[in-house]
T-cell receptor, first 117, second 111 residues
Framework: QQQVKQSPQSLIVQKGGISIINCAYE??????FPWYQQFPGKGPALLIA?????SEKKEGRFTISFNKSAKQFSLHIMDSQPGDSATYFC????????????????FGQGTILTVHP | ETGVTQSPTHLIKTRGQQVTLRCSSQ?????VSWYQQALGQGPQFIFQ???????GRGNFPPRFSGLQFPNYSSELNVNALELDDSALYLC??????????FGPGTRLTVT
């Protein structure tokens, strides 16, 4: 059962454009939603994360928008650069289970972003 | 770059063999999680260790086992290797209430 669905599978954007990647989740117990960036041959790098008590979080050119009622969240990359070309993963987790940090991350399938110069 | 290190970088094993992968967590982190990432897929949770005990397990068979040591480093052991075990194995460290930071991974090839 795939609990986090990510779209699109691939995305091509011109330099300076806005890249938008969407995710939808099923488990309403999820309370932590990070985005990861992965370059070929490397481990995923934590980009930005949000908790459901806020609807938007911005860090530099990266913004997460969160819609709790729709069970959806998205990553916006403003002024996209060729160096942003990578695979992006959304994820979700339940941070606390019975007082002990659990944090099993459930990942989406990934979006391959290509930014053309 | 995170402070999470993994060894070895690459490994080639034969079906039926056993393998041990190692992970050193980032300073200040007491929790280690292991993930398997098949080519073109998102990482899949294997299990997590907190204070040297298994603290949650994904949908992986018992031939996947682990350890966490007092210094919070960890090992992933896989017995009776199968061809489908070929993947990138990722270790992530964290502390309560904070994000998970991944190491560079170990690429395992089973022939």
């Amino acid at each position: 059962q795939q609990q986090v669905k990510q779209s699109p599978q691939s995305l091509i954007v011109q330099k300076g454009g806005i890249s938008i990647i969407n995710c939808a989740y099923e488990n309403t117990a999820f309370d932590y939603f990070p985005w990861y960036q992965q370059f070929p041959g490397k481990g995923p790098a934590l980009l930005i994360a949000i908790r459901p008590d806020v609807s938007e979080k911005k860090e530099g050119r990266f913004t997460i928008s969160f819609n709790k009622s729709a069970k959806q969240f998205s990553l916006h990359i403003m002024d996209s650069q060729p160096g942003d070309s990578a695979t992006y993963f959304c994820a979700a987790s339940i941070e606390y289970a019975g007082g002990t940090s659990y944090g099993k991350l459930t990942f989406g399938q990934g979006t391959i972003l290509t930014v053309h110069p | 770059e995170t402070g999470v290190t993994q060894s070895p970088t690459h490994l080639i094993k034969t079906r039926g063999q056993q393998v041990t992968l190692r992970c050193s967590s980032q300073s200040g982190h007491n929790t280690v999680s292991w993930y398997q990432q098949a080519l073109g897929q998102g990482p899949q949770f294997i299990f997590q260790y907190y204070r040297e005990e298994e603290n949650g397990r994904g949908n992986f068979p018992p031939r996947f086992s682990g350890l966490q040591f007092p210094n919070y480093s960890s090992e992933l052991n896989v017995n009776a290797l199968e061809l489908d075990d070929s993947a990138l194995y990722l270790c992530a460290s964290s502390r309560q209430g904070a994000g998970q930071y991944f190491g560079p991974g170990t690429r395992l090839t089973v022939t």
